[in-house]
């Protein structure tokens, strides 16, 4: 996700809780397989009884230890993934991940249940595969290009079904803007019937190159080039067709619209396999329309259309469970969609006739779109109508408008479900903030545990004593109402003034005040006990308080949340225990450009920065992220310079620490360089760390999380000295 370094954001998911335990349903609704103990195990609800699918033995041959099968999804998390075919007779197994910026590499094999044989498919490295529904064939991307074998007794040899992909012509897999910022990884569907197989092509030819310097690994150093659409530059040009396995020729779907100024950000077959429906952003990404395409003669039609005066949120945002592009129903005749057109964001069913309805109904916010028992006809979703910080599951009618239930029992917090195909059962997770975060298995609609001995009611486990976090709202001088949390001192005296620490992030596509057992970083910069820490979520934030909440930082980014922190911490600095000389504000990403602009734009309220892998310049930023929020140039121009950092870094007064990778593909090293020769250029004094070679999350490398840990500790100690007084 743009700008979201994953050390440091509590909840990456806006809306969602994710839980431990990676698990791929059956198709029935009723099983589920995992990795357990390094073997594939399938496990049947409701006695969770336990089948061993393929032994840890029989995959001894991928060359991993035991230990080191865990399951993982399609965009990693696992050392081990694996699908099946639509039979179950084989499975896919994909292996030795290697992750390369915005992609990630796998050999692969196929392992037949019937024989026991565990099939070779590609030792090299390989995007993006996967098996045919039946089961003959798998599919991958090498090189730029598709390829298919035929999968029998033994693997046959790799045939080409696109021919002419190349360093500028992507062919099953995107650019860096598309996967980062519209969640595109997978480039290609298999058709249901294992015939035909749909896929994105990528042009980047007029894309853009930046170029990274290796100086480390090597005595002379090395350029690495990524293609990367700044603010205001070409697009990779994206278009959809339709490979035959028979002929090896593609017929390019007809989507009107020049692919210069439109992106594709979701693509799959109908159930039936009859057409293959796109949805189609406009460069703003204020226009999104659902296209229908007929894979033998390319025809398209438009069946949706939506605008907004903002942007147009994508499936990402309420979803991250993996799976279809798509959530179907009715047999292929109908699908669940969601938008923001009343004000607040709900869930609509749409049919391929395009004709909608309206099933959640209410001055809420969907936050999730959870699953379905079409049995019963319940919709499940998440939501959270009284407090933004806290999440439930509610249902709903699939085919009325009707007032919403809730599911969730009276245990105020953070509740996440996984359900299953059927809407029967969920694995339901829980935590907040006093209480340690648990799980357990549910029927539904009745919410009852499967196993009562090992219910969460069971094993509720207080957070542990000493810090103890408190939420609470702030209303700011101007009438705006935050959610926020705080977290005081072991041996708190409110008759002394305490240091506050701010951990910030403040972007549209995060959240940080949340209801769970560890709310905030509170201890991760290894200071000693004697600060408040804090966090305050202001307008913009991806959290569930309606459209208006959402999107008043519509071409703001950087100026409204700015504000927002700005006002709260004046509030706060009028509570006696705040010492209003001892004020500092932490953020990564997103929330290191909150940090620079306040530091900059507000000296008289922070005067102390640790800003990680900030965006001091938003135009040079990626496209689809910067203008989704910003607005496409040169029209915004004046606001990306109202609301940049690099505006204002001449009103440096207080102490300001900079950290970057020199590696960061996503949050370029470019804009922190820009900045230091801002500020140099005015003689403002700060501390500058540059960590070699290390990505947007500064993780990698011997020591490096335990020097920056360190490096931050000592840089608030001595500028921020803990303590009351």
């Given at each position: 996700?743009?700008?979201?370094?994953l050390?440091?954001?509590?909840?990456?998911a806006?809306?969602?809780?994710q839980?431990?335990?990676q698990?791929?349903?059956?198709?029935?609704?009723?099983?589920?397989?995992?990795?357990?103990?390094g073997?594939?195990?399938e496990v049947?609800?409701?006695?969770?009884?336990?089948t061993?699918?393929?032994?840890?033995?029989?995959?001894?041959?991928?060359?991993?230890?035991?230990?080191?099968?865990t399951?993982g999804?399609?965009?990693?998390?696992?050392?081990?993934?694996?699908?099946?075919?639509?039979?179950?007779?084989?499975l896919?197994?994909l292996?030795?991940p290697?992750?390369?910026?915005?992609?990630?590499?796998?050999?692969?094999?196929?392992?037949?249940?019937?024989?026991?044989?565990?099939?070779?498919?590609?030792?090299?490295?390989i995007?993006n595969?996967?098996i045919?529904?039946?089961?003959?064939?798998?599919?991958?991307?090498?090189?730029n290009n598709?390829?298919?074998?035929?999968?029998?007794?033994?693997?046959?040899?790799p045939?080409a079904?696109?021919t002419?992909?190349?360093?500028?012509?992507l062919?099953g897999?995107f650019?860096?803007?598309?996967s980062?910022e519209?969640?595109?990884?997978?480039?290609?569907?298999?058709?249901?019937?294992?015939k035909?197989?749909?896929?994105?092509?990528?042009?980047i030819?007029?894309?853009?190159?930046?170029?990274?310097?290796?100086?480390?690994d090597?005595?002379?150093?090395?350029?690495?080039?990524?293609?990367?659409?700044?603010?205001?530059?070409?697009?990779?040009?994206?278009?959809?067709?339709?490979?035959?396995?028979?002929?090896?020729?593609?017929?390019w779907?007809?989507i009107d619209?020049?692919?210069?100024?439109?992106?594709?950000?979701r693509m799959?077959w109908?159930?039936d396999?009859a057409?293959?429906?796109?949805q189609?952003?406009n460069?703003?990404?204020?226009?999104?329309?659902?296209?229908?395409?007929?894979?033998?003669?390319?025809?398209s039609?438009?069946?949706?259309?939506?605008?907004?005066?903002?942007?147009?949120?994508?499936?990402?945002?309420?979803?991250?469970?993996?799976g279809?592009?798509w959530?179907?129903?009715?047999?292929g005749?109908?699908?669940l969609?969601?938008s923001?057109?009343?004000?607040?964001?709900?869930?609509y069913?749409?049919g391929l006739?395009?004709?909608?309805?309206?099933?959640?109904?209410?001055?809420?916010?969907?936050?999730?779109?959870?699953?379905c028992?079409?049995?019963?006809?319940?919709l499940?979703?998440?939501?959270?109508?009284?407090n933004a910080?806290?999440?439930?599951?509610?249902?709903?009618?699939l085919?009325?408008?009707?007032?919403?239930?809730?599911?969730t029992?009276?245990?105020?917090?953070?509740?996440?479900?996984?359900?299953?195909?059927n809407?029967?059962?969920?694995q339901?997770?829980?935590?907040s903030?006093?209480?340690?975060?648990?799980?357990?298995?549910?029927?539904?609609?009745?919410?009852k545990?499967?196993?009562?001995?090992?219910?969460?009611?069971?094993h509720?486990?207080?957070?542990?004593?000493?810090?103890?976090?408190?939420?609470?709202?702030?209303?700011?001088?101007?009438?705006?109402t935050?959610?926020?949390?705080?977290?005081?001192?072991?041996?708190?005296?409110?008759?002394?003034?305490?240091p506050?620490i701010?951990?910030?992030?403040?972007?549209?596509?995060?959240?940080?005040?949340?209801?769970v057992?560890?709310?905030?970083?509170?201890?991760?910069?290894?200071?000693?006990d004697?600060?408040?820490?804090?966090?305050?979520?202001?307008?913009?934030?991806?959290?569930?308080?309606?459209?208006?909440?959402?999107?008043?930082?519509?071409k703001?980014?950087?100026?409204?949340?700015v504000?927002?922190?700005?006002?709260?911490?004046r509030?706060?600095?009028?509570?006696?225990?705040?010492d209003?000389?001892?004020?500092?504000?932490f953020?990564s990403?997103?929330g290191?450009s909150?940090?620079?602009?306040?530091l900059?734009?507000?000296?008289?309220?922070?005067?102390v920065?640790?800003?990680?892998?900030?965006v001091?310049?938003?135009?040079?930023?990626?496209?689809?992220?910067?203008?989704?929020?910003?607005?496409?140039?040169?029209e915004?121009?004046?606001?990306?310079?109202?609301?940049?950092?690099?505006?204002?870094?001449?009103?440096?007064?207080?102490?300001?620490?900079?950290?970057?990778g020199?590696?960061?593909h996503?949050?370029?090293?470019?804009?922190?360089?820009m900045l230091?020769?801002?500020l140099i250029?005015?003689?403002?004094?700060?501390?500058?760390?540059p960590?070699?070679?290390?990505?947007h999350?500064i993780?990698?490398?011997e020591?490096t999380?335990?020097?920056?840990t360190?490096?931050?500790?000592?840089?608030l100690?001595?500028?921020?000295?803990?303590?009351?007084?």
């Open positions: 996700m743009a700008r979201i370094c050390l440091f954001i509590v909840l990456i806006p809306f969602t809780v839980v431990q335990a698990i791929s349903w059956n198709k029935d609704g009723n099983s589920y397989t995992t990795v357990e103990n073997a594939i195990v049947t609800l409701p006695a969770m009884t336990k061993t699918l393929v032994s840890a033995e029989q995959l001894a041959p991928l060359g991993m230890q035991a230990h080191e099968r399951a999804s399609r965009r990693g998390g696992g050392d081990l993934e694996y699908a099946f075919s639509g039979d179950h007779s084989r896919l197994l292996a030795k290697v992750r390369e910026y915005h992609n990630t590499y796998h050999s692969a094999w196929v392992f037949d249940r019937k024989t026991n044989a565990l099939l070779p498919v590609a030792r090299e490295r995007l595969a996967k045919s529904p039946d089961g003959t064939k798998v599919a991958y991307v090498l090189n598709i390829y298919s074998v035929e999968i029998g007794n033994s693997v046959g040899a045939v079904l696109t002419d992909g190349n360093d500028k012509l062919n897999w650019d860096y803007a598309y980062e519209l969640y595109c990884v997978d480039g290609f569907r298999w058709s249901p019937d294992s035909s197989i749909a896929y994105w092509q990528n042009d030819s007029h894309v853009g190159t930046f170029y990274m310097i290796n100086n480390t090597s005595i002379y150093p090395k350029i690495i080039a990524i293609p990367f659409s700044k603010v205001g530059e070409p697009i990779a040009q994206a278009r959809i067709g339709v490979v035959s396995l028979a002929t090896r020729t593609t017929k779907m007809n619209g020049d692919p210069s100024s439109h992106y594709l950000a799959e109908t159930p396999g057409r293959v429906i796109t189609q952003l460069r703003a990404q204020n226009n999104s329309k659902l296209v229908l395409s007929d894979p033998a003669s390319g025809e039609k438009v069946i949706y259309n939506e605008s907004d005066d903002a942007w147009i949120d994508l499936k990402a945002f309420w979803s991250h469970a993996g279809n592009d959530d179907w129903i009715e047999g005749k109908a699908f969609w969601v923001e057109k009343d004000g607040w964001r709900h869930i069913r749409v006739d395009g004709q909608e309805t309206l099933l959640t109904k209410g001055n809420f916010d969907v936050t999730s779109v959870s699953g028992d079409e049995v019963k006809g319940y499940y979703f998440g939501a959270s109508p009284e910080t806290q999440r439930y599951l509610y249902r709903a009618s085919s009325k408008t009707a007032a919403p239930v809730r599911v029992p009276d245990l105020a917090g953070t509740h996440g479900y996984i359900l299953s195909p809407g029967r059962w969920a339901h997770s829980f935590s903030h006093l209480y340690m975060p648990a799980t357990e298995w549910v029927s539904l609609p009745d919410h545990a499967l196993n009562a001995a090992e219910s969460i009611a069971s509720l486990t207080p957070t542990p004593q000493g810090r103890q976090t408190k939420f609470f709202t702030i209303t700011t001088a101007d009438g705006v935050m959610d926020a949390w705080m977290i005081k001192p072991l041996n708190f005296d409110s008759t002394k003034k305490y506050v701010f951990y910030t992030y403040s972007e549209p596509v995060g959240a940080t005040v949340s209801d057992a560890t709310p905030g970083r509170a201890g991760f910069f290894n200071v000693d004697g600060y408040i820490f804090m966090s305050v979520e202001g307008r913009g934030a991806q959290t569930p308080k309606g459209r208006a909440w959402r999107k008043s930082i519509y703001n980014v950087g100026w409204i949340n504000n927002d922190q700005a006002a709260a911490c509030e706060v600095l009028k509570w006696p225990f705040i209003a000389s001892r004020v500092a504000v953020g990403s997103g290191g909150t940090t620079q602009n306040l900059f734009r507000y000296p008289e309220l922070y005067k920065g640790l800003a990680s892998a900030g001091p310049n938003q135009l040079i930023y990626n496209t689809i992220y910067e203008e989704r929020f910003m607005g496409v140039l040169p915004n121009r004046d606001a990306y310079i109202k609301c940049n950092p690099l505006t204002y870094a001449k009103n440096l007064q207080g102490h300001l620490l900079i950290m970057h020199t590696g960061d996503n949050v370029n090293y470019q804009g922190e360089e230091l020769n801002e250029k005015y003689n403002r004094q700060f501390q500058f760390m960590y070699p070679n290390r990505t999350g993780t990698e490398g020591g999380i335990l020097h920056k360190t490096l931050m500790a000592n840089f100690k001595q500028w921020c000295p803990a303590g009351g007084r």
